[in-house]
């Protein structure tokens, strides 16, 4: 497959990027789209130019490390893949194919392709977490009754690896849905129950200091998200919100 | 309760219910306007007692002012502060691929139906409040349908209208079913809920058009 690469280069956070266009012969359907930029990569290390910095690290789907917004779609074309297990295959033969950064005024470029997410790292040191008492006489989490769909809602949740790509799909660049995710997993259990109110109340605060957008319900975050997160965690959060808020 | 007023979340609510006010004046617009197209007595009786009554002058009036103020006012404000959370835009960017033209574009179906509201300001509202308070005409229970039927002889402006409602329908076939989720409510009836929203979305405004188009043509 013999393709056209229409690439994001930027030097550091402060200087001016630009897309750069790269021919690219040779590529699998069967190889990863990571895969085919380590090829890329090598080509270009071999001339002695600067390879093209990316995210990357399990490289099977669960880390969150990797994003590029691949024509115009984080994660490319396909649905709910992490860019490291998109196949070369969904494109074809002569293809260009534009890859970027996610952007957003919340994630700034470091390098090329390399966003810094450390805002969605605050916004869990916010309140993404439960206080366990080991007292000594604390109760094994098994032995507390769960509502079967809480807990499997829960689940889903919390599946969220925080790519960001809900971050990068949606026009606002709107931070609603990881922030609901990771706001839904805990408020959906008992032990979550304790801090549920200041819990939304700061993530949500820090969610808004970052700089991210307003969700206005495009959806385009559910459609987007390799993991299938429901826009239903956006309700869960807007309802805790306004509750919490009318407590507090 | 401090940081509740510039929190996103409060601003998307407020968004929504005052979308969800607007929802149920048009529905009620509607209902008068609709019967004019069958009864030109009823569309007086209406329009008498909604220009006359003192609750609805005095109230809802200066409420329904402040709704649309308000909805069209934090719109604007909202779409600034969305652009400004991507200061850089992508190269290339596949919006279609994952969101629907009218949830994407409500900026410019409501910045459409707000250049409608200045026409119909313009052709309604301005000469009803001179009629009534500037000039203190005596009270004609009769005017009204003849005053629309006057409106509505000019095919420019029907013309207008019709598209308006167009417009009118692609903004409320996003907004009103996204108020919904706005206000916390996506369980099992959610999809009876946004049937219904759409429904509507698409009736209303096709209804409005029907009594433009029959008024325009059979008079």
């Known amino acids: ?248 | 309760m401090s940081g509740l007023i510039k929190s996103s979340i409060a601003r998307k609510v407020a968004m929504a219910l005052s979308g969800l006010f607007l929802v149920f004046f048009l529905l009620q617009h509607f209902t008068i306007n609709f019967t004019s197209i069958f009864s030109a007595d009823t569309f007086n009786d209406l329009s008498h007692f909604m220009g006359t009554n003192p609750v609805v002058q005095f109230v809802l009036q200066p409420v329904l002012i402040f709704g649309v103020i308000f909805h069209f006012v934090m719109g604007f404000v909202l779409e600034l502060k969305n652009k400004n959370a991507r200061a850089v835009k992508y190269a290339k960017y596949n919006g279609g691929a994952n969101a629907s033209w009218m949830s994407r574009n409500m900026i410019y179906s409501g910045l459409v139906i707000l250049a409608f509201l200045g026409l119909h300001f313009y052709d309604f509202w301005v000469p009803e409040i001179v009629y009534k308070y500037v000039e203190f005409a005596p009270e004609d229970p009769t005017r009204y349908y003849g005053e629309l039927l006057h409106k509505f002889e000019s095919p420019i402006r029907t013309g207008l209208y019709v598209i308006s409602f167009v417009f009118l329908a692609l903004h409320l076939w996003h907004g009103f079913a996204s108020s919904f989720q706005s206000v916390g409510f996506n369980n099992k009836y959610s999809v009876a809920a946004t049937k219904f929203a759409k429904a509507f979305a698409i009736v209303i405004p096709v209804g409005f058009i029907i009594v433009a188009l029959v008024l325009h043509f059979t008079h």
């Open chain 1, 1 to 248: 497959m013999n393709l056209t690469l229409k690439i994001w280069r930027q030097k550091d956070a402060k200087s001016q990027g630009k897309i750069v266009e790269y021919p690219i012969s040779g590529i699998e359907g069967d190889m990863s789209f990571l895969e085919m930029l380590d090829v890329l990569n090598e080509e270009l290390i071999n001339k002695g130019d600067e390879p093209v910095v990316f995210d990357h690290d399990c490289r099977e789907g669960i880390c969150g490390a990797c994003s590029l917004q691949i024509n115009g779609e984080p994660h490319g074309p396909d649905r709910l893949v992490t860019t490291c297990q998109l196949h070369m295959r969904m494109f074809n033969d002569g293809d260009t194919i534009f890859i970027e950064p996610f952007r957003a005024k919340a994630f700034p470029v470091v390098k090329d392709l390399m966003v810094d997410r450390s805002a969605f790292d605050r916004i869990q040191h916010a309140g993404g977490y439960v206080s366990v008492n080991t007292s000594g006489n604390t109760i094994d989490a098994n032995a507390i009754p769960i509502n079967k769909e809480d807990a499997d809602d829960a689940f889903n949740a919390a599946t969220c690896i925080g790519c960001g790509a809900c971050v990068a799909a949606c026009k606002n660049a709107s931070a609603m849905l990881f922030t609901s995710a990771k706001v839904s997993q805990y408020a959906l259990l008992p032990q979550g129950k304790v801090e549920a109110t200041e819990r939304v109340l700061a993530m949500v605060n820090q969610m808004d200091e970052e700089g991210f957008g307003n969700c206005t319900n495009t959806g385009a975050c559910e459609i987007e998200c390799p993991k299938g997160i429901s826009l239903e965690n956006i309700a869960r959060m807007n309802r805790e919100y306004l509750k919490a808020s009318l407590k507090g």
